[in-house]
């Protein structure tokens, strides 16, 4: 109709710009508005106001910027609607500088000149100033709209503000907003991000109406503040009141590759398969990490061959995927065709192929791919970078090399870099570097009992007990045993926990019977354990005794006992697995004739036919006949869970 007017006036051409740009359409909103421009009909303020949003929606700031200095020459600043328009438009392309220097010059703001100025800060990651400047307009007296409100508890969630958004909250309560749905999304969004889960879960049962950003921020909050389980139970609550669509299942997959349960994780790949609208690239990488992490590493890599579009994500979830199972030489594969491929990798997709060339002991190629982060992608190292090469360091033996490294370091390092030195000095047995590593971790974290522990263990491995005694001491003044190490089984959509030394589960009995027909088919074919990881003063028949009580043992057991004869055995641990079970674990599959993996908190581990697929890799095997991890519980200290499975009911 617009088209076939020969008399277009003023107001025809505000409107179908106004309307092209309401209406999702914004480059054909520039298009006709530029035709405007030549066809000599003078602009007003509407048509300005109509097109400014146009220009934000497609980033075009240089045509923004003739906008401006026409508005000015024609209008000053004086009129409010344009001015809000302009730093809306500056702040959405980027410049917050110009929308800044607006807003500050204005004599009269309305509440839309401080919400786009908020939500500019929002947007853009200046999380501080947007909250600042919320408290301003509070105390000029303004009363915020629910778009400030909402921007302002985005800002508190990006930046971790948990004092700001408990405010936040005690501002909504007062004002009665509690019951719109945006706000109380928002504040579970922030008590999520701070990590305060039981907070949002209270404002989400407080809800009086919940929409699918409800369920999913919640589901995914769980999953990131490692309560898979609460994620779970939400997901399946959920669908009683809501259809899942592609958020959810992205936000309920990582809870499922953290409990390595991969009959559930078939389910909901089925689900998504059968409801097409549930499938897009961040589902598909989502379920990439799924299957990688729940030890079925061939199916990952299916997923990410179907995927057309591969992003950064895709490559970097594949390349841990291979580190976590011990292929070095296929995740640097994947790297070096991701670079073919024209994909830039960032910090985070670095550290997962220096996670992978740690893990599979290629020292030069680790270090080469160091250096090329360094000095081709410019890419500064960070503390988890330099934790991946002192890992790479202190697995290989290089201990004096790995010390000389924290010690030269640009940053400041951080516990879990000189624990991993401490790690390796107990493999290597070097007692006098231990010390000198163990001051540092007892300074900064002089309350964790796992240092001691690990000290402990080399005091008790090369029979310095006068020392021992003085660590175990100091072990009893500082630590809580706060969790047990605990492994679990999924079978038949059930899910079986085993506690260290335990022996509460029902069928204990038929399990310690079976640990105990290896450990004499054991002997009988010439094995002795290493026992130097049951540090517990006991002669040799009970530190067998315990080492059959350690929960993957058991679990490893059950599953033997209970699944088809052949049948492959899955079993996920929260601690890493000790050298003897490693052993033992090894003989019990070629013994039984199956395929057993295990899944620790450092990788995994699949034992076939008497070997394991870290081939040599492992801590427990970098030195023959020495661990490099210890099983805490069977010294009575506990080291800390990876998820929450020893809350399981």
């Known amino acids: 109709m617009f088209d076939g007017m020969l008399d277009k006036d003023l107001v025809s051409w505000n409107s179908i710009i106004s309307g092209c740009v309401s209406n999702g359409l914004p480059l054909n909103g520039v298009e006709l508005f530029a035709e405007m421009c030549s066809s000599g009909v003078n602009l007003d303020l509407a048509t300005l106001v109509s097109v400014l949003p146009a220009c934000s929606e497609m980033s075009f700031i240089k045509m923004g910027q003739t906008i401006h200095g026409y508005s000015v020459k024609v209008y000053g600043n004086k009129e409010i609607t344009l001015v809000n328009a302009l730093i809306d438009m500056y702040s959405k392309c980027g410049n917050l500088g110009s929308a800044k220097i607006l807003f500050e010059r204005m004599e009269d703001r309305s509440i839309v000149s401080w919400t786009s100025m908020i939500s500019g800060y929002t947007r853009n990651g200046w999380f501080e100033e947007a909250m600042g400047l919320f408290e301003m307009m509070e105390l000029e007296g303004i009363s915020p709209d629910l778009y400030a409100i909402t921007s302002v508890l985005h800002a508190c969630a990006c930046n971790g503000s948990f004092d700001q958004g408990k405010r936040m909250h005690d501002f909504v309560a007062r004002n009665g907003l509690e019951s719109n749905i945006s706000v109380v999304n928002s504040l579970m969004h922030v008590y999520a991000k701070c990590g305060d889960m039981e907070a949002a879960r209270m404002v989400f049962d407080c809800a009086n109406k919940k929409d699918i950003i409800s369920w999913n921020t919640m589901i995914g909050g769980f999953s990131k503040n490692c309560l898979p389980n609460e994620a779970l139970e939400l997901f399946i609550k ?9 958020v959810t299942m992205a936000c309920v997959l990582p809870a499922v590759a953290s409990l390595s349960s991969l009959d559930k994780g078939r389910e909901m790949h089925a689900q998504i398969l059968r409801a097409e609208d549930l499938s897009d690239l961040h589902v598909s990488n989502a379920l990439v990490d799924m299957y990688a992490k729940c030890g079925a590493l061939s199916f990952a890599r299916k997923i990410f061959d179907r995927i057309i579009d591969k992003d950064l994500i895709s490559w970097t979830v594949m390349i841990a995927g291979y580190g976590m199972h011990g292929h070095g030489r296929e995740a640097i594969n994947a790297f070096k065709e991701m670079r073919c491929q024209g994909i830039e990798p960032d910090g985070a997709c670095f550290i997962s ?28 190292p960070t503390v988890q970078h330099y934790a991946c090469m002192v890992d790479l360091l202190s697995r290989a033996g290089r201990l004096t090399k ?9 940053i400041k390092p951080d516990s879990a870099i000189w624990e991993s030195l401490l790690r390796a000095c107990r493999i290597h047995r070097d007692v006098k570097l231990a010390e000198r590593v163990a001051e540092h971790v007892f300074e900064l974290e002089p309350e964790n009992t796992s240092y001691y522990v690990l000290l402990a263990n080399l005091y008790a491995e090369v029979e310095k007990w006068e020392a021992l005694k003085k660590i175990r001491e100091k072990i009893s003044r500082h630590g809580k045993q706060k969790h047990r190490g605990c492994s679990w089984i999924e079978l038949r959509n059930k899910v079986h926990v085993f506690a260290s030394g335990s022996k509460l589960h029902p069928r204990s009995e038929k399990i310690g019977s079976f640990l105990e027909d290896v450990r004499k088919r054991m002997k009988e074919e010439g094995y002795f354990g290493q026992n130097k990881f049951i540090l517990k003063d006991r002669n040799d028949y009970l530190k067998e005794d315990v080492l059959c ?13 209970n699944s088809s004869k052949g049948k492959p055995v899955r079993v996920t641990k929260n601690l890493t697995v000790c050298g003897d079970c490693h052993e033992v674990i090894k003989f019990m599959s070629k013994m039984v004739s199956r395929e057993i993996t295990l899944r620790d908190s450092e990788r995994f581990h699949q034992f076939r036919e008497g070997r394991c697929s870290c081939r040599g890799s492992w801590g427990a095997e970098l030195k023959k006949n020495q661990g490099l991890y210890q099983d805490a519980d069977s010294f009575g200290i506990s080291l800390g869970t990876q998820g929450n499975m020893a809350r399981r009911k």
Not at 357 to 373: K, T, Y
């Open 549 to 561: 009580g350690h929960s993957e043992m058991q679990a490893i057991a059950f599953g033997i006992l």
């Open 402 to 410: 790995a010390y000389n490294f924290i010690t030269s370091m640009p």
């Open 353 to 380: 192929i220096l996670y992978s060339c740690s893990h599979s002991g290629l020292i030069d190629e680790g270090w080469r791919f160091f250096n090329i982060m360094k000095h081709e992608y410019k890419i500064e």
């Open 238 to 246: 959920m669908q009683c009141h809501s259809r899942p669509n592609r």
